[in-house]
């Protein structure tokens, strides 16, 4: 399995919804992923998603 690396498109699953993103980050196990904007604070939503979940996309 190939690890995403920073500026990679993944689409990974949270909560039973399908969610797609750019990677900001990577780590040993897991990547952090920027997948929208808040609404309410005009902030950028950021998660982290293990190596395992997650599809590269371009």
Known sequence: MANA???DKISF????NSF???VTGVRENSVMVQ???S??????LI???NHK???ITK
Do not use: F
């Open 47 to 49: 998660t982290i998603v």
């Open 20 to 22: 797609e993103g750019v």
């Open 5 to 7: 690396k920073v500026g």
């Open 35 to 37: 997948y929208g904007v």
């Open 53 to 55: 979940n997650y599809k």
């Open 39 to 44: 609404k309410e604070k005009d902030e950028p």
């Open 13 to 16: 699953k949270r909560e039973g």
